[in-house]
């Protein structure tokens, strides 16, 4: 399983950047997908996850600028950033989760990262 994340950059305060994590194999394989950060000196954190079904969640501070969507035509998970603050600056990483309800037992994949960087 390859992931391979793009879209970071650079950019102002209250701009917007999209997020995009491209898979090498079906993303419906997958219970849940999910975007993390870890900004310098800070553990990663889960930043938005989205669920074979659809479900999502968000850390609080991203409620509302935040939306992570899926394309299992394309494989591809997406997360749209919109009014970003200096505080989401971070490497973020593309995450996909295989869990075996017989088992317990969780596999996860990990993206390289791309960084995001909100500043004036």
């Known amino acids: 399983v390859q992931l391979q994340a793009s879209g970071g950059g650079l950019v102002q305060p209250g701009g917007s950047l999209r997020l995009s994590c491209a898979a090498s194999?079906?993303?419906?394989?997958?219970?849940?997908m999910a975007w993390y950060r870890q900004a310098p000196g800070k553990q990663r954190e889960l930043v938005a996850a989205?669920?074979?079904?659809?479900?999502?969640n968000y850390v609080d501070s991203v409620k509302g600028r935040f939306t992570i969507s899926r394309d299992n035509a394309k494989n591809t998970v997406n997360l749209q950033m919109n009014s970003l603050k200096p505080e989401d600056t971070a490497v973020y990483y593309c995450?996909?989760?295989?869990?075996?309800?017989?088992?317990?037992?969780?596999?996860?994949?990990w993206g390289q990262g791309t960084q995001v960087t909100v500043s004036s």
């Open positions: 989205i669920t074979s079904g659809g479900s999502t």
């Open positions: 194999v079906s993303i419906r394989r997958f219970d849940a």
């Open positions: 995450n996909a989760r295989l869990e075996n309800r017989k088992t317990g037992e969780v596999a996860d994949y």
